[in-house]
């Protein structure tokens, strides 16, 4: 049932964006008149729900914007299966202060062994902290950035691979990059150097990356520039897949071999 004054609320509760308030008017009006709560209290309650919703609703576009291949969190990382891994470590890394002071983080381990877990949850984490993100793998980004130079374009790509606070770059040394690739990486860790957070995750040890990017010293530029300040975790351990196939029983042992004679 609506009166003319709740109309005229909820008219200018649109007009003020106030749409969660608006929304739960009614509700709110007739639980205050239950509780019989002072009007400073009514407006802490109806201004905190507002709030909430409107933080929420930043954080939902955060997090859509950032681009995640999954929404996973840290509540969900199966710390047992990983006891490689500090959980102290990681819940530190998600209060943000490495964000804040432009230092790096590099996951480094063999596939399957939860570090793209770990890296989306800790840009979700950055996504509530109201901290703009960024998720790329990267052959997505050097495919970007490779096509940017091809049209004449690259200075405005750079800019906008700037911009975010974290800057999260998925299974660099899956794939071979060339030697222009390469340098082209460099130019985007050179930019954020300093600036902005890079957290990147890899299957190959540091020492293999003269490989991974076909050249020693780009590398050890690249490398110097990232370790500078930076939190590097070891993940080890099975694969995560792997198990849960060989618990299912889709996996045969390996067969024991025959004694020589």
């Known amino acids: 049932m609506t009166t003319p004054q709740l109309d ?3 008219a200018q509760c649109q007009r003020l964006r106030l749409h969660r308030v608006d929304a739960e008017l009614s509700t709110l009006l007739e639980q205050a ?11 802490d309650d109806v201004l905190a ?13 955060r997090v859509t914007m950032a681009r995640f291949p999954f929404q996973k969190s840290l509540e969900t990382f199966d710390w047992k299966f990983q006891p490689s891994i500090e959980p102290k470590v990681i ?7 490495f964000i804040a002071d432009a230092e790096n983080v590099l996951l480094l381990g063999p596939p399957g062994v939860g570090k793209t877990h770990l890296a989306v949850a800790l840009g979700m984490s950055a996504c509530a902290l109201g901290l703009r993100t960024m998720f790329t793998t990267a052959a997505g980004l050097i495919t970007s950035l490779g096509k940017a130079l ?13 911009q975010p606070k974290l800057l999260i770059i998925d299974e660099i040394g899956y794939i071979p990059i060339d030697r222009q690739g390469a340098n082209l990486f460099f130019q985007l860790i050179s930019r954020r ?22 050249d020693t010293v780009i590398a050890s530029a690249i490398l110097d520039r990232l370790l500078h300040h930076a939190t590097t975790i070891n993940v080890k351990g099975e694969s995560y897949r792997l ?14 071999p025959e004694p020589a004679e």
């Not at 150097?193 to 076909?214: H, M, R």
């Open 8 to 10: 005229r609320l909820s």
């Open 33 to 43: 008149a239950k509780k019989d709560v002072s009007y400073a209290d009514f407006l």
């Open 49 to 61: 729900l507002e709030l909430r919703a409107k933080q929420e609703k930043h954080r939902t576009m």
């Open 91 to 97: 819940k530190e890394l998600a209060t943000g202060r």
């Open 150 to 162: 091809y049209e004449n374009r690259l200075e405005e790509r750079l800019k906008v691979l700037t």
């Open 193 to 214: 150097y300093e600036k902005g957070s890079i957290l990147l995750t890899s299957n190959q040890s540091l020492g293999a990356w003269g490989e991974v990017f076909g």
């Open 243 to 256: 198990k849960e196939k060989r618990r299912a029983g889709l996996l045969r042992p390996a067969p024991t």
